[in-house]
Each structure stands twice: as structure tokens, then as C-alpha cells.
């Protein structure tokens, strides 16, 4: 995998070329309006809430704050579903505009595409594709529980034991880690597979000895969205640092955060993330989709250079 070339492949087209494709411009249209739906349904609910909060202070102040935040959750529910929804779609498009065939969008395979993550993550904890290292979890967890018990009674023993479970404990984290990013791309594959299980098999192929070049990617990506976040949220931040030096702030360091909340001005200044959210989230599938798309060439490329090698022997 030419590192170099890959990047500059995906910065071309997550970045700018996708916009050609009038299917994803589209959906990011679509993903755009949904995202200000949403957020006009918050400040809706922010003025209702403000309101009821300055006619009912202090009495049911914390019931209205609860409410508050299980209203947003569950607001943010059907948007997130919706939002899953043209994930698939997104990813669907990418690989059949890269010529290659996707699995029809069903119920059941909305449900698998939902699931994935989830999946993905037992799989890693769980270690099922490298199951002899599920040993060292349990044995830190065992070690660490003894030490626990063992420290009341012998200290010097139980320490050890403790920091032996815990350096343990931290290697399992860092195979679970490992195992994540060859997983990683099981959610883009279960578009293409359709299956499960073929979909985890073919993101631990692909991505077979490609972990480092998989890191840097990612790296470089996030660097450039969280360079794009924090450009659109300078006059947010520059905003809520100013409220938080001005006295009144300072005596209520406590309530600040609860204030910014209800504040009109920090609000209004929220509206471009809401306004770039759909496009930053278009960039990551494009990222994750044209990394597989990458990863799976080379992987072609690399059996039909192996059967050409084994008719060449074959022949002489």
C-alpha cells in the first residue's frame, strides 16, 4: 500500500470529488436539513424550558432540567435512526460508483448496518478472532480481584498482585485496540457482503499487515475535520471564554454552563457546526469507504499476481 498515494487519493475525492456525484450531494443536502431540523427542535425547547424555569425557580428547577435532557434523548432517537439510514445509503453509493455491487437496503439489513458497531466492539472484547488472547483479560480480572481481596490482609502481596492485574489489564486494552482497527472496516464490507461474518472476515484480511497505514490515515483525517470544527466554532468559543472572565460569571462559575445554555447569542453562534455537521460526516464514510475500496484492490491485486506466479510454475 503506497501510503502517499492512498492519502492523496482520499483527500482528493472525501474532500471535493464526492460533490460530483449528484446522489451525494443530495443526501448531504438532505443530512444538512435534518441536522437544522433538530437544532430548531433544541432551541425550541431551550426557550420553553427557559421560560419555565424563571416562572417555576427554584421549586422544580432540577425536575424541568431532567425533563429537559430526556426530551433531547429522545428527540435524538428517530433523528439518529434517520441519520443511520443514509449512512448505508452514503456508503452504498460510494462503492457502486466504484463499480462495485451492494447489498439491497431491507429492513434486516438496516438492522445488521445498526448493529455493526456494537458487533464489531464484542468482537474485539471478546478477542473471537484471536481467542487465546481472551486468556489475558480473564487473568488480569482474576489477578486484580485476588490482589483486592489478598491487599487487606498482606499489603506488600496485594499491591503486586493489583499492579500485575493492572499491567495486564492494560495489555488486553491495547489487543483490544488492535483488533478494533482490523474490524474497523467490517460496517462499509456488510454493504457490500451483506453477511456478518463475511463482513468481519473481509475487514481482518484487508487490513492484514496495513495497521500503521490505517493509523496515519485516520490521524491525518481527524486532523482535518478537527481543524475544520474548531475553525467554525472560534466565535463559540471566543464567546463563552469572554462570559466566563465577565464578574457576574466568575461569582457563578457553578451555573455557567447551565447559563450558556439558555444563552440566546451562544446558541445563534452553534448554528455553522449544525450547518457543516452533514458535511463532516459525509467526510468520515468517505474516508472509512475509499480506505476499504483501497485495501480490497491491493488485496485483488496481490491474488491474481499469486495465480499468476502459480501458472507460471505450473507451465514450466
Given amino acids: 500500500m503506497d501510503l502517499g498515494k492512498s492519502i492523496n487519493e482520499i483527500f482528493k475525492f472525501s474532500l471535493i470529488d ?24 433544541y432551541l425550541g425547547l431551550i426557550n420553553y424550558f427557559s421560560t419555565s424555569i424563571i416562572e417555576n425557580q427554584p421549586i422544580d428547577f432540577i425536575q424541568t432540567i431532567v425533563n429537559f435532557v430526556l426530551l433531547i434523548i429522545i428527540i435524538s432517537m428517530p433523528i439518529s435512526l434517520i441519520i443511520v439510514f ?64 489478598t491487599i487487606l490482609t498482606n499489603l506488600a502481596l496485594g499491591s503486586i498482585l493489583i499492579l500485575i492485574g493492572f499491567l495486564m489489564g492494560l495489555l488486553y486494552f491495547a489487543i483490544i485496540s488492535y483488533q478494533l482497527i482490523r474490524l474497523s472496516l467490517s460496517q462499509i ?67 455557567l454552563g447551565l447559563n450558556l445554555m439558555f444563552d440566546p447569542t451562544y446558541n445563534l453562534l452553534m448554528t455553522p457546526l449544525y450547518l457543516i455537521a452533514g458535511y463532516l460526516l459525509i467526510i468520515q464514510l468517505n474516508v472509512t469507504t475509499m480506505l476499504y475500496l483501497i485495501l480490497n484492490n491491493n488485496k485483488t491485486h496481490f491474488i491474481k499476481k499469486s495465480t499468476k506466479k502459480i501458472k507460471k510454475k505450473i507451465i514450466s
Avoid at 490505517?214 to 478537527?226: K, L, R, S
Fill in 86 to 149: 443514509f449512512e448505508y445509503k452514503i456508503t452504498q453509493e460510494i462503492l457502486n460508483t466504484k463499480k462495485i455491487k451492494t447489498k439491497k437496503l431491507d429492513l434486516i439489513q438496516y438492522i445488521k448496518f445498526l448493529l455493526m458497531p456494537l458487533i464489531i466492539f464484542l468482537t474485539a472484547s471478546l478477542s473471537l478472532f484471536k481467542i487465546k488472547f481472551l486468556l489475558i483479560g480473564i487473568i488480569s480480572i482474576a489477578v486484580l480481584s485476588i490482589g483486592i481481596f
Fill in 18 to 41: 464526492f460533490l460530483k456525484i449528484k446522489k451525494l450531494k443530495k443526501y448531504l443536502i438532505i443530512i444538512t436539513i435534518i441536522y437544522l431540523i433538530f437544532f430548531l427542535g
Fill in 189 to 255: 464490507s456488510i454493504v457490500q457482503t451483506g453477511e456478518i461474518k463475511k463482513a468481519l472476515n473481509e475487514s481482518w484480511n484487508i487490513t492484514k499487515n496495513n495497521i500503521l497505514n490505517i493509523i496515519v490515515i485516520q490521524v491525518v483525517f481527524f486532523t482535518i475535520i478537527y481543524v475544520i470544527t474548531l475553525i467554525f466554532t472560534m466565535p463559540l468559543t471566543a464567546y463563552s471564554t469572554l462570559t466566563a472572565i465577565t464578574p457576574p460569571a466568575i461569582e457563578q462559575a457553578e451555573t
